[in-house]
């Protein structure tokens, strides 16, 4: 994974709390696909929804009895 692609993908899972999916091929072009995670971050919509099926998992609420 080049560093550009790294950085962009840990940046798009502090931003948005989920990983995306990654391309179904093996050889893909990694800086487009960072090029594609920082617009997520920028215009705050993922496009990894549409074009790759990321799934954003719900969120959970917060339990009301905490066992020790």
């Known amino acids: 994974m080049i560093k550009k692609l790294q950085?962009?993908?840990?940046q798009f899972v502090l931003h948005?709390?989920?990983n995306p999916n990654f391309p179904p091929n093996l050889d893909f072009n990694q800086e487009e696909y960072a090029e594609l995670l920082l617009k997520c971050i920028e215009d705050n919509f993922d496009y990894t929804i549409?074009?790759?099926g990321t799934v954003v998992p719900k969120k959970m609420p917060r339990p009301k009895i905490i066992v020790d």
Do not use: H, P, S
Request: hydrophobic fraction near 30%; avoid cysteine; charged fraction near 40%.
């Open 50 to 52: 549409e074009k790759y």
């Open 16 to 18: 948005f709390d989920y």
């Open 7 to 10: 950085e962009a993908y840990m």
